[in-house]
């Protein structure tokens, strides 16, 4: 399993530290970032990525995007090894959810490339910025892993656990996914969400959930004290109400794992 986490701002602001074209409070709050690359041509430990991915284009989120994530496919571009390039397509966006000021996609790498991204983003003056990249290949998983009493669709996946410290506040990820599916746990401080998006429905355990489907699954949060926990992924509705009554409290030391 090879995995890599990109965190945007600290790429940014290396880059202004180099170039010193820019001071960071200058360039950071910006709507309008300037076009960047992400380099995608090792793992972590400096092993070469079995990716056929070169480098991802990321320009700015585009203002006339009708959906979120028209938006993030627009604004996307993968550049691949053998010179040629492509935006990610509607079946390459494995599920998407937008909750107040923050949102989340997965990605199916495009043009068959074995590799998922999952991308965390903020909202800011009015438009998207991404904040946060996971890479991911997507391996043959020959054990089943440990579910650790988490009610998950699928009994063999691989479990990746990623944590976020920003001006936004603490962020907790863990993505489990198999060669066709995936669902994301987001940790995410509670703020306010447009009710008219999501339905209110009570989950077997009595707690009190918001959910909504859309073209590429189904996304369910609730809240947890001063927290909201978003489930997101290409599932079913039930698969994630399911899923929702065995995550142990956001408190808790095995957080989700509830055994």
Same mark, same amino acid.
């Given at each position: 399993?090879?995995?890599?986490?990109?965190?945007? =701002?600290?790429?940014?602001?290396?880059?202004?530290i180099?170039?010193?074209c +820019?001071?960071p409070?200058q360039? !950071? &709050?910006? *709507?309008?970032?300037?076009?960047?690359?992400?380099?995608?041509?090792?793992?972590?430990?400096?092993t070469?990525?079995?990716?056929i991915?070169?480098?991802?284009?990321?320009e700015?989120?585009?203002?006339?995007?009708?959906?979120?994530e028209?938006?993030?496919?627009?604004?996307?571009?993968?550049?691949?090894?053998?010179g040629?390039?492509?935006h990610?397509?509607?079946?390459d966006?494995w599920?998407?959810?937008?909750?107040?000021?923050?949102a989340?996609?997965?990605?199916?790498?495009p043009?068959?490339?074995?590799?998922?991204?999952?991308?965390?983003?903020q909202r800011q003056?009015?438009?998207?910025?991404?904040k946060? =990249?996971?890479?991911?290949?997507?391996?043959?998983?020959?054990?089943?892993s +440990?579910?650790?009493?988490?009610? !998950? &669709?699928? *009994?063999?996946f691989?479990?990746i656990?990623?944590s976020?410290?920003?001006?936004?506040?603490?962020?907790?990820?863990?993505?489990?996914?198999?060669?066709?599916?995936?669902?994301?746990?987001?940790?995410?401080p509670?703020?306010?969400v447009?009710?008219?998006?999501?339905?209110?429905?009570?989950?077997?355990?009595?707690?009190?959930?918001?959910?909504q489907?859309?073209?590429?699954?189904?996304?369910?949060?609730?809240?947890?004290?001063?927290q909201?926990?978003?489930l997101?992924?290409?599932?079913?509705?039930?698969q994630l109400?399911?899923?929702?009554v065995?995550?142990?409290p956001?408190?808790?030391?095995?957080?989700?794992?509830?055994?």
């Open positions: 399993m090879r995995f890599k986490r990109i965190d945007l =701002i600290g790429t940014l602001l290396l880059a202004t180099l170039t010193g +820019a001071e409070e360039l !950071l &709050p910006s *709507s309008h970032q300037e076009m960047k690359w992400i380099d995608d041509t090792t793992a972590d430990g400096g070469t990525s079995d990716a991915v070169k480098r991802i284009k990321v700015a989120f585009p203002q006339d995007a009708t959906t979120f028209e938006g993030v496919r627009r604004h996307l571009k993968f550049q691949f090894k053998d040629t390039s492509a990610p397509t509607a079946s966006l599920s998407s959810a937008v909750v107040g000021d923050h989340t996609a997965t990605l199916h790498y043009k068959g490339a074995n590799r998922l991204a999952v991308l965390t983003y003056a009015e438009t998207w910025i991404l946060d =990249i996971l890479l991911e290949d997507i391996k043959p998983i020959k054990a089943t +440990a579910v650790s009493g988490l009610k !998950l &669709p699928f *009994s063999t691989q479990a656990e990623s976020t410290i920003s001006t936004e506040g603490s962020k907790m990820m863990w993505l489990f996914h198999t060669k066709t599916d995936a669902v994301v746990i987001t940790v995410i509670k703020q306010d447009a009710a008219s998006d999501w339905k209110t429905s009570t989950l077997a355990d009595g707690r009190t959930a918001y959910m489907e859309n073209n590429q699954g189904a996304n369910l949060y609730y809240a947890d004290g001063k909201l926990v978003l997101s992924g290409n599932l079913s509705l039930s109400k399911e899923l929702a065995t995550v142990a956001v408190s808790s030391d095995s957080f989700p794992y509830s055994k």
